[in-house]
C-alpha cells in the first residue's frame, strides 16, 4: 500500500529536549516536505527536498533541522524545542515539483502531535 | 495581507444542500489550483485539482477557477454526512527550479442528516 509514515504520532516533551520526528515514503517520491499545522494559520511548510541531499526551507524553518540522506526518509529534527513548537505536524510526499501539473499531488502522512511544556 | 485567504467557517449545512466554499488569492503567478480533504485526525488527502481557469468537475464535486478575479471555488452538490470535515484550498506557482505550494487556512464544513 503507497503511503507515508509518521513516528511518534503523539509526543510529549519538555523544553531544549532534543526530538526527532520520523517520515518514510513508500512510492519513490523525489519530493518530501514538512508542514506544521496550528488553528487559523492552515498549514505552512517548514522545510522541502527535491531529491536525495537537496534541501531548502520552507516559510516557518526556525528551530528546524532536516536532512535527507536516502530517498524515502525525511526525518523532522527539533534540537531545542520551545512551547512555540507546540503543533500538528505532517509530512508530505510528490512525485515531483516541477510545475508539470498532476505531480504536484502531494500525499501526507497521519500526522505527529507535538506538545512541549 | 496573507497570499491565500480562506473563511474559516464553521459552515453547518443540511444533507442535500449545495456547498460553496471559497478563496481568494494575491499572487498573480499561481497556475495550479488545488482542493484538500481534511478528516478529523487525518493528514490532507487531494480531492480536486485544476491548471488555469475554468471548471473541473468530480461526481458530485465541481472546482471552478477565475484567474481575473483571483477566486477559486468548490462546490459539492447533494451534500452527505461524510462530506463533514475542513477543506483546505492550495496554489502553486513556478519559482526557478522549484515549486510552492500555499496552503488556505481551511474551512470547517459540518452536514447535518
Known amino acids: 500500500e503507497a503511503q507515508v509514515t509518521q513516528n511518534p504520532r503523539y509526543l510529549i516533551t519538555v523544553t531544549g529536549k532534543k526530538l526527532t520526528v520520523t517520515c518514510s515514503q513508500n512510492m519513490n517520491h523525489e519530493y518530501m516536505s514538512w508542514y506544521r499545522q496550528d488553528p487559523g494559520l492552515g498549514l505552512r511548510q517548514i522545510y522541502y527536498s527535491m531529491n536525495v541531499e537537496v534541501t531548502d526551507k520552507g516559510d516557518v524553518p526556525e528551530g528546524y533541522k532536516v536532512s535527507r540522506k536516502e530517498k524515502r526518509n525525511f526525518p523532522l529534527i527539533l534540537e531545542s524545542p520551545s512551547p512555540n513548537q507546540t503543533s500538528l505536524y505532517f509530512c508530505?510526499?510528490?512525485?515531483?515539483?516541477?510545475?508539470?501539473?498532476?505531480?504536484?499531488?502531494?500525499?501526507f502522512g497521519p500526522g505527529t502531535r507535538l506538545l512541549v511544556l | 495581507q496573507k497570499e491565500v485567504e480562506q473563511d474559516p467557517g464553521p459552515l453547518s449545512v443540511p444533507e442535500g444542500a449545495i456547498v460553496s466554499l471559497n478563496c481568494t488569492y494575491s499572487?498573480?503567478?499561481?497556475?495550479?489550483f488545488m482542493w484538500y480533504r481534511q478528516y478529523s485526525r487525518k493528514g490532507p488527502e487531494l480531492l480536486m485539482y485544476t491548471y488555469s481557469s475554468g471548471n473541473k468537475e468530480d461526481g458530485r464535486f465541481t472546482a471552478q477557477v477565475d484567474k481575473s478575479s483571483k477566486y477559486i471555488s468548490l462546490f459539492i452538490r447533494d451534500s452527505q454526512p461524510s462530506d463533514s470535515a475542513t477543506y483546505l484550498c492550495a496554489m502553486s506557482a513556478i519559482y526557478s527550479s522549484a515549486s510552492k505550494i500555499i496552503f488556505g487556512s481551511g474551512t470547517r464544513l459540518s452536514i447535518r442528516p
Open positions: 499572487n498573480s503567478a499561481f497556475q495550479y
Open positions: 508530505a510526499s510528490s512525485l515531483s515539483l516541477s510545475g508539470q501539473g498532476a505531480k504536484e499531488t502531494q500525499y
